[in-house]
């Protein structure tokens, strides 16, 4: 291993990352490669020349309850079944076939609570409050197929309720925490979810917000939901509905201790995790559990490198996104990882939490997002120095292309120089890693996400489909994948279009435009779609727009996406009020906060300008490319099919005379 570089902060700091941007490639650090779970680049060849060989032999990594027939049927594309006719359990290769193995005592995670709490949960307790919390789930009347919805914060109940939806067959539809009510209810609504698990109330800072009545706002009306179950965590006072509002502690104590993990077809919906596309309604997305778990173990494995019997994992983001299913919950888990998981912000109680955590429990591998690194990097290199980080060996990024000082400061900084970083680029769909280095063998460069993982087929190509050696163009995947998505949850004809449509149904459009480079490297340039990406969450111009335009004093919005230093993207909006005119900042903050019960505080817009009227084609179409234009201080594009020229004149003055505050 290479020696650890001198921690450097401040202008000596800056002085040598500006020297490292002129590194266009960075080898394998010494040492790395020999120790690596993969070494040897003949991966790549094995894996192109027989894809459906390699994924079956990563499937026999599982443990399945009876064999599959066939490895995968594309007959009916775009609708794909994996290992066809296998049988197995998600939850009990998750865990009872690590505490059969011997590994009961093995922790599972090291959760740390906001307020310095730990917990340490081993396989064992893990398996145990499993079987119960499943078991009073199906007490209560839930069985193999019917929704379970999931509202929880970062503790370890979350891991608990969506492996006991697993292991009766239940597709848990997770909420991210930091969404409203109001989308919970949405998405609850869309599954016709039979149940809820969620909280008391949530912390976050320092503050509790209560959490549970604020749902009871909402989903009263929902005809499905029969059974709410509600975790006592903060021990606030909350209502309980009779009859249909359970606590958690209690139906898990009541419960018997033994559940067998039935096997369940390989194509068993796993679950439904909603995220946003170009239209205002979110995107169901559906995951199986065969392939699903064959691709994310897999992918954990290889990509982070990963020694179980000596790896402490982190990956710091929240379980509410896929990032959090994938490689919080089921890949770890199916690999009998240890893992750190905690409930708090990256700025609380310290800046420093996230190294302080890194040093209690000897973090080897870190995954998390750009736009973290960056917020770290803002808060100044003295706070992860006050640390000894030198248990990490490598370290991973995803959700967002990440600029080159960002990558250097994480490897220079965080990594100490010694630590392969992997940009890994996937969505929600893709359910596991897509393209991505493996540490050991593929060089990187700052910025890009290298090559396709083993199997994966990727491609650059022009408006006609037409592949492109190197430039620019659209990113597609031509091969099927174990862990892609199956459909939009119930609705076929929106998936088929949506992303089989422009090019055939054997080819996925993935939304996103790329750069190929000389080496063949993919750089992900960004959304090609109305998604914005904020802070490395998707979200949708569009749904953004329908929670503003739901405000009683605005008549029109559109959203578009701005460059931010911190947050990758950040949402600016145009908003014309009813009656015309321009609003104050108390209409401004009223409307972000409108924003923030409908959607989620996330989702607030950072700049909100007043327009009279909205650029608009002949045919009424919002010409959202001029709004971006004015948005980031570009001269304007072509304004000739505009119904109207001077309202872009309008708008572009008042941005100019900087009329509203950031
Ligand atoms: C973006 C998150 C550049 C991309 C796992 C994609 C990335 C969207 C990267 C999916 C990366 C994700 N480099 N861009 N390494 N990873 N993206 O569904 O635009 O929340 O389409 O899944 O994030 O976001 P999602």
């Known amino acids: 291993m290479a020696d650890v570089a001198t921690p450097l902060a401040g202008t000596e700091l800056d002085h040598e990352l500006e020297r490292m941007l002129a590194i266009e490639r960075f080898d394998p650090p010494d040492g790395f490669r020999e120790k690596a779970l993969v070494s040897d680049p003949a991966v790549y060849e094995r894996a192109e020349r027989d894809p459906e060989g390699w994924w079956a032999e990563q499937a026999r990594a599982l443990d399945w309850a009876e064999p599959w027939t066939q490895v995968l049927d594309w007959e009916n594309a775009p609708f794909a079944k994996w290992f066809v006719g296998g049988r197995l359990n998600a939850c009990a290769n998750c865990l009872d076939r690590h505490v059969e193995a011997g590994l009961g005592d093995r922790v599972a995670y090291h959760w ?8 340490d949960i081993s396989y064992a307790e893990l398996l145990a409050e499993t079987k119960r919390l499943a078991n009073a789930l199906l007490d209560r009347g839930i069985k193999a197929g019917d929704v379970v919805g999931i509202y929880l914060p970062m503790i370890p109940e979350v891991i608990v309720a969506m492996l006991a939806c697993a292991r009766i067959g239940a597709p848990h539809n997770v909420v991210f925490g930091g969404f409203s009510p109001e ?40 005809e499905h939901l029969e059974t709410v179950v509600v975790v006592r965590h903060t021990g606030e006072q909350v209502p309980m509905q009779d009859g249909r509002d359970v606590w958690y502690d209690e139906i ?7 559940c067998p ?32 778990l064959t691709g994310v173990a897999c992918t954990h494995r290889l990509v982070f490198d990963l020694d179980a019997d000596h790896d402490v994992y982190w990956c710091a983001a929240d379980v509410g996104w896929v990032t959090g299913h994938s490689y919080i919950v089921y890949g770890p888990l199916a690999n009998a990882t240890t893992s750190v998981m905690y409930e708090g912000a990256p700025d609380y109680p310290g800046k420093d939490v996230w190294w302080s955590l890194v040093e209690r429990y000897g973090v080897t ?18 706070e992860p120095n006050k640390h000894d980080l030198s248990s990490l060996r490598l370290l991973g990024t995803v959700g967002e292309p990440i600029n080159p000082k960002a990558w250097l400061w994480y490897h220079r900084v965080v990594g100490g120089g010694r630590c392969p970083i992997v940009d890994t680029w996937w969505q929600t769909e893709t359910g596991h890693i897509m393209i991505t280095p493996l540490p050991g063998i593929v060089p990187t460069k700052p910025g890009s996400a290298t090559r396709p993982f083993p199997g994966i087929s990727a491609d650059v190509v022009n408006a006609d489909g037409e592949p492109i050696d190197e430039g620019t163009g659209l990113l597609v995947l031509r091969r099927p994948w174990p862990g892609m998505l199956r459909t939009l949850y119930r609705d076929d004809e929106r998936f088929k279009e949506v992303y089989w449509s422009r090019f055939g149904e054997r080819t996925y459009l993935v939304g996103d435009a790329a750069r190929k480079d000389e080496d063949g490297y993919f750089w992900i340039l960004g959304r090609i779609d109305d998604v914005i990406n904020v802070s490395a969450h998707r979200l949708s111009t569009a749904e953004v727009e329908s929670a503003i335009v739901s405000h009683e004093r605005v008549a029109e919005a559109a959203v578009v996406g701005q460059p931010d230093e911190l947050t990758g993207q950040a949402i600016v909006a145009f908003v014309t009020l009813v009656g015309g005119g321009d609003g104050d900042d108390a209409l401004r903050e009223d409307i972000r906060g409108h924003v923030a019960a409908r959607i989620g505080k996330i989702a607030r817009p950072k700049r909100i300008i007043w327009a009279d009227d909205l650029p608009k ?10 709004l971006r234009d004015v948005a980031e201080g570009r001269e304007l594009g072509d304004v000739t099919t505009l119904r109207d020229p001077v309202v872009m004149a309008e708008i572009s003055e008042k941005v100019a005379a900087g009329e509203e505050e950031e």
Do not use: N
């Open 112 to 119: 740390y609570g906001e307020e310095g709490e730990q917990r």
């Open 183 to 222: 989308a919970v209810r949405e998405r609850m609504e869309f599954s016709e979810a039979r149940a809820l698990i969620t909280v008391d109330a949530a912390r976050r800072k320092g503050k509790t917000a209560a959490i549970k009545p604020a749902v009871d706002e909402v989903v009263g009306g929902l």
């Open 252 to 258: 898990v104590a009541a419960a018997d201790p033994e």
């Open 261 to 292: 993990a039935e096997p369940f077809d390989a194509e068993h919906p796993l679950y439904v995790l909603y995220t946003s596309g170009s239209t205002a309604k979110p995107k169901g997305i559906l995951h199986t559990t065969g392939g699903y």
């Open 617 to 626: 084609t002949r045919s009424g179409k919002i010409m959202r490319r001029l």
């Open 365 to 382: 591998v870190l995954y998390t997002a750009p736009t973290a690194i960056r917020a770290c990097m803002k808060w100044g290199a003295e």
